[in-house]
T-cell receptor, first 116, second 113 residues
Framework: GAVVSQHPSWVICKSGTSVKIECRSLDFQATTMFWYRQFPKQSLMLMATSNEGSKATYEQGVEKDKFLINHASLTLSTLTVTSAHPEDSSFYIC????????????FGPGTRLTVL | AQSVTQLDSHVSVSEGTPVLLRCNYSSSYSPSLFWYVQHPNKGLQLLLKYTSAATLVKGINGFEAEFKKSETSFHLTKPSAHMSDAAEYFCVVSSGGYQKVTFGTGTKLQVIP
């Protein structure tokens, strides 16, 4: 149980284009999902907290107009990187919380974004 | 407030020898603590978790960790390292019913054949 998937697992795009990453909870409903960013050889940095049916809460320093988050259902959150640039290249990981264990997050497998 | 410190950025052990990855935490409330492993270009896999039950927690792949409140530590151990254990390990803390977690900076484990 508590499986989280991400799609795509990797994506390459041209500078200036937008990329959408999906995060799905496969066997549970997730009222809250989180988006993280991980640079090479570094730890995960929380970008935003996504609550179903409401606007995402962004961490300080994260551009909300650059990283659009939509949590339209209890099983799906999307992260759209708008007008991507090479510095946006990173590993993006989502996680979700079940309604039972609020302290434990279940992580997706990650999406590798490369912007040329 | 909560924080976590992984004392070693890199640990190197020989195959078959014990593994010790150190983690200290700080929390204003009773914490939940987790260890995750991440293989290159992969997502996070939960090794084990402490959530105020038994202080000695056993996880997958022979790993275990002991919660020591007096030392504010949650070190990860394994009696005998295997080549497949080579990966990045993250200690994570969550507390006060606070949904956000805090990641340590990670420890890269190298296993020498």
């Amino acid at each position: 149980g508590a499986v989280v998937s991400q799609h795509p697992s990797w994506v390459i795009c041209k500078s200036g284009t937008s990329v959408k990453i999906e995060c799905r909870s496969l066997d549970f409903q997730a009222t809250t999902m989180f988006w993280y960013r991980q640079f090479p050889k570094q730890s995960l940095m929380l970008m935003a907290t996504s609550n179903e049916g409401s606007k995402a809460t962004y961490e300080q320093g994260v551009e909300k107009d650059k990283f659009l988050i939509n949590h339209a259902s209890l099983t799906l959150s999307t992260l759209t990187v708008t007008s991507a640039h090479p510095e946006d290249s990173s590993f993006y990981i989502c996680s979700a919380i079940t309604g039972v264990s609020y302290n434990e997050q279940f992580f997706g497998p990650g999406t590798r974004l490369t912007v040329l | 407030a909560q924080s976590v410190t992984q004392l070693d950025s890199h640990v190197s052990v020989s195959e078959g020898t014990p593994v010790l990855l150190r983690c200290n935490y700080s929390s204003s409330y009773s914490p939940s603590l987790f260890w995750y492993v991440q293989h290159p270009n992969k997502g996070l896999q939960l090794l084990l978790k402490y959530t105020s039950a038994a202080t000695l927690v056993k996880g997958i792949n022979g790993f275990e960790a002991e919660f020591k409140k007096s030392e504010t530590s949650f070190h990860l151990t394994k009696p005998s390292a295997h080549m497949s254990d080579a990966a990045e390990y993250f200690c994570v803390v969550s507390s006060g019913g606070y949904q956000k977690v805090t990641f340590g900076t990670g420890t890269k484990l190298q296993v020498i054949p």
